[in-house]
């Protein structure tokens, strides 16, 4: 489906399903499965770290920012997306229900604070979990970085609900 690449090693390509993942490369890969489509007539987005964007990337960021599927955070007065860092499964999960639209209710909040999920994350991590996405062994890991295997198992799963 063209979601996710290999990593050229040599002359041969590898999955390396242990590596993590970029909140960037979760961005793009998340809006690849859902079938959004870049926005050509935006040039970049409106991130105070635009320039820390891969340039292949750019132009994912940039449409999921317009669309309100990422927001970034403030550091030092800026808005930032910290585009390198490695995505978490609670922001994954924030952005995969952003992009298939759930919204925050009250089981939501009943259920974070069964697990002590950031305010934040609660809609995302509730609605990846009543999909059946995440499982009861996640809940544990939730600020662990997200591996490509992993990334490759919630896109496939959250194919299969569209």
């Known amino acids: 489906m063209g979601i996710m690449d290999g990593r050229l090693i040599g002359d041969d390509t590898y999955f390396l399903p242990d590596e993590n993942v970029s909140r960037a490369e979760f961005v793009t890969m998340a809006m690849k499965s859902a079938g959004i489509r870049v926005d050509t007539t935006i040039s970049g987005s409106y991130f105070d770290d635009n320039s820390d964007i891969p340039t292949s990337l750019q132009g994912y960021i940039a449409t999921a920012q317009r669309i309100g599927i990422i927001n970034g955070d403030f ?33 939501t909040k009943v259920f974070a604070e069964d697990y002590n999920v950031p305010v934040w994350a609660r809609a995302g991590v509730y609605t990846m979990c009543s999909l059946g996405i995440f499982t009861e062994a996640d809940s544990a890991t939730l600020s662990d970085p997200l591996t490509r295997a992993d990334t490759a198992n919630y896109l496939y799963k959250i194919i299969e609900k569209m």
């Open 75 to 107: 550091s030092d007065g800026k808005l930032v997306f910290r585009p390198n860092d490695t995505i978490t499964r609670y922001e994954a999960a924030k952005i995969l229900s952003s992009i298939i639209g759930i919204s925050e209710d009250e089981e």
